[in-house]
C-alpha cells in the first residue's frame, strides 16, 4: 500500500487522525498531505526521547509533525493528523519539509537543539533556542539535571538606572 493509500485510509478514522511512517517515507506523507490532501498549515514538528521504554519502540525518537487542514473560505478547521516515525540514536531524521512549509526550518532547528536530531539534508543547522558554545540537547533523557555549561561573558552593567518615569508613555508633539 502507497504512503498516499495510507494516509488516506488513516483520515477515514475522523476529526483527528494519526499515522506512523517508516522514516524514509516521513518526508513523501508530509508532502502528500499538504499537496494531494489539502493539509494547509505545519502546526508543529517535534520529538520525544523514549529512551526509557526501548523495549516498546523501534528508535531512540519518536519525530511528530502535526498538520491541520484549514478551510480558506470560513476559517474552520476541516481535520488534523499526526505524523509519527522513529529515529534511533545517532542518526539523522529525515529530510526537511522546510520547502513544503517554510516555519519547518524553525521547527526543525528547535528539535535539533533540543534533542540532537537533525533533518538528513540540513547541513549548516545551527542553535535556535541556547547559545552556541552550549553542550548537549537538554531534553534528552540522559542529560545531566546538574550539568554546568560554559558561560557567555557577562553582559557590562548598565552606566545608568531607569527610573520609573522612564518607563511611563510620554505625549509627544
Not at 513523501?28 to 521504554?53: I, M, P
Not at 519502540?57 to 509533525?65: C, M, N, V
Amino acid at each position: 500500500m502507497s504512503v498516499l493509500e495510507r494516509l488516506k485510509t488513516a483520515l477515514e478514522s475522523g476529526f483527528d487522525a494519526a499515522v506512523r511512517v517508516e522514516k524514509s517515507e516521513a518526508r513523501e506523507a508530509v508532502v502528500c498531505l499538504a499537496r494531494e490532501l489539502g493539509f494547509n498549515v505545519l502546526v508543529d514538528y517535534t520529538a520525544a526521547d523514549l529512551s526509557k521504554w526501548p523495549q516498546e519502540h523501534q528508535g531512540r525518537f519518536e519525530l511528530t509533525w502535526r498538520l491541520m487542514k484549514v478551510n480558506m473560505e470560513t476559517g474552520l478547521v476541516d481535520g488534523r493528523v499526526a505524523v509519527k516515525t522513529a529515529v534511533s540514536d545517532g542518526e539523522d531524521g529525515p529530510p526537511s519539509i522546510k520547502d513544503v512549509f517554510p516555519n519547518g526550518d524553525w521547527l526543525e532547528r528547535e528539535v535539533f537543539d533540543m534533542f540532537g536530531v537533525k533533518p538528513a539534508d540540513h547541513a549548516a543547522i545551527r542553535r535556535l533556542l541556547l547559545y552556541e558554545e552550549f553542550q548537549g540537547h537538554p531534553l534528552r533523557k540522559d542529560y545531566p539535571i546538574a550539568k554546568r555549561q560554559p558561560l557567555i561573558a557577562p553582559l557590562a552593567p548598565a552606566k545608568e538606572r531607569i527610573s520609573p518615569s522612564d518607563l511611563r508613555p510620554k505625549l509627544v508633539d
